[in-house]
């Protein structure tokens, strides 16, 4: 089973904590937003996040125990689990938005997807598996997005992405 048990002071101490098996996009309705200070991670690895619906900055754990979380403490806003694990990586990227258009199915990290002949053309993505981050600028640089299998974005336009993936890498262990 994959879990993520959240708790209120480092090394697993304090008067709160949660434990969570599902991907949270809003740590509020837990009563446990910016709480967490320290967690233990099983089974498949988790993202945090420090915004509500996985936006914001973000950071990979894998399964174990994190007594303490400095560039995350008290700033955890939502949780995301990475189901299937790190194992394989596999993403789906279309020229058109609701997948549709020319398709590139990508399986490792590309520091430029100009060599693709798509670049300023992406419009939606599915992940098939792993995790990965997309980046507005080439070679993993500038904004971010974290997104993990099963995640789908059918018009990158509703969020401000439309035309401007450059590169992305895979998350590894």
Known sequence: MNTIELFEDPNFQGTKTISLSESTPD???????????????????????TEINYGGDFEMYE???HAVIPEFNN????????????STHKINLYVDKDYKGA????????????????DNKISSHKVESGAWILYDKEYFQGNMMAAV????????ATIQWDDKLKSLKHFTS
Request: aromatic content about 8%.
């Open 27 to 49: 740590l509020s309705t837990k009563k446990f937003m910016k709480r967490a200070s320290s967690m233990r991670v099983t089974g498949d690895p988790w993202i945090v996040f």
């Open 63 to 65: 399964e174990g125990e």
């Open 75 to 86: 700033k955890i806003a939502s949780v995301k689990v990475v189901k299937g694990g790190l």
């Open 103 to 118: 398709v590139t199915t990508l399986l490792d990290t590309q520091p430029k997807i100009s060599w693709s002949g798509m």
């Open 149 to 156: 299998a099963g995640d789908s974005v059918p018009n990158y």
